[in-house]
């Protein structure tokens, strides 16, 4: 089985942009969760899917935002970047939903860096 | 507040030395911890989860609720165990998982 594969490797983009990163699940797995990794904050939740709904949001502004789609594949959208968004945005999907003593399977991750 | 502590940035020792890396929760309710790794230029993965109460590539970790501790422990570490470990908290059905900063051990031959 293929993992979770996230794409672009790598973005670059400049304040104010927007960006999208896109994750594709584990074949079978419903549930994607995106993390945000950054030297200084570590690994932060910003949001989980499943069946195409947003079950949870972590503490990250509204320029934040994503979706699920039928085929479990999920986007993440940030708005108006800012310096601050420079991190690695992991995914991760799951077979279920993302209970306590569920499995998550992590993607490589985007590097975004904003200039 | 639910937080998880790995006061450790670095952890060094010798191969075949006892390895233990610290995990502290603060938690309301009752704890779902998990320890993931990632090793170098790969993933980050799932080691053991406690509710499983495995021993994953000699590694173990028992939940101790009075000292609210999640300890990662091996009697003798190898050289392949040097990676980034960290310590994690699942908040009930919330799907999310809160994070600890991470430890990297090193293991010196």
């Known amino acids: 089985k293929a993992g979770v594969t996230q794409t672009p490797r790598y973005l670059i983009k400049t304040r104010g942009q927007q960006v999208t990163l896109s994750c594709s699940p584990i074949s079978g797995h419903r549930s994607v969760s995106w993390y945000q990794q950054t030297p200084g904050q570590g690994l932060q939740f910003l949001f989980e899917y499943f069946s195409e709904t947003q079950r949870n949001k972590g503490n990250f502004p509204g320029r934040f935002s994503g979706r699920q789609f039928s085929n479990s594949r999920s986007e993440m959208n940030v708005s108006t970047l800012e310096l601050g968004d420079s991190a690695l945005y992991l995914c991760a999907s799951s077979l279920g939903q993302v209970t306590t003593n569920e499995k998550l399977f992590f993607g490589s991750g985007t590097q975004l860096s904003v200039l | 507040a639910q937080r998880v502590t790995q006061p450790e940035k670095l952890l060094s020792v010798f191969k075949g030395a006892p390895v233990e890396l610290k995990c502290n929760y603060s938690y309301s309710g009752s704890p779902e911890l998990f320890w993931y790794v990632q090793y170098s230029r790969q993933r980050l993965q799932l080691l053991l989860r406690?509710?499983s109460r495995e021993s994953i590539k000699g590694f173990t970790a028992d939940l101790n609720k009075g000292e609210t501790s999640f300890h990662l422990k091996k009697p003798f570490a190898q050289e392949e165990d040097s990676a980034m470990y960290y310590c994690?908290?699942?908040?009930?059905?919330?799907?999310?998982?809160?994070f600890g900063q991470g430890t990297t051990l090193q293991v010196k031959p």
């Open positions: 406690h509710i």
């Open positions: 994690a908290l699942g908040s009930g059905n919330t799907g999310k998982l809160i």
